[in-house]
């Protein structure tokens, strides 16, 4: 990054544009296109986002319902609290 006064340049905006687009699953890059401006890759990386944090809450939701049902002792729960150390 630039050390001038904490200013960015359009070429290091560029950058961590290309960067952000990379993390992108495959069918949003296809979506906004190898040329497509800042501003579609940013709104397509806050709505990739926020399915991750969606997709993170249902999963969530799911294994408390799993934990739920199974005996604290028995060796499934066990299996499961190790995975989540």
Same mark, same amino acid.
């Not at 290091?12 to 800042?38: D, G, H, M």
């Not at 997709?55 to 989540?84: C, G, K, W, Y």
């Given at each position: 990054?630039?050390?001038?006064?904490?200013?960015i340049?359009d070429? &290091? $905006?560029?950058?961590? $544009?290309?960067?952000?687009?990379?993390? !992108? %699953? &495959?069918?949003? /890059? /296809?979506?906004?296109?190898?040329?497509?401006?800042?501003?579609? =890759?940013?709104?397509?990386?806050?709505?990739?986002?926020?399915?991750?944090?969606?997709? =993170?809450?249902?999963?969530?939701?799911?294994?408390s319902? !799993?934990?739920?049902? !199974?005996?604290?002792?028995? %060796?499934?729960?066990? $299996?499961?609290?190790?995975?989540?150390?």
């Amino acid at each position: 990054m630039s050390s001038r006064r904490g200013r960015i340049t359009d070429e &290091e $905006i560029n950058e961590l $544009i290309s960067k952000l687009q990379a993390l !992108l %699953p &495959e069918s949003s /890059r /296809r979506r906004t296109a190898s040329r497509s401006s800042a501003s579609k =890759v940013l709104k397509e990386t806050c709505g990739y986002i926020k399915s991750l944090h969606q997709e =993170v809450d249902d999963l969530s939701d799911r294994l408390s319902e !799993l934990m739920s049902t !199974l005996d604290d002792n028995s %060796p499934q729960a066990e $299996i499961i609290r190790s995975l989540l150390r």
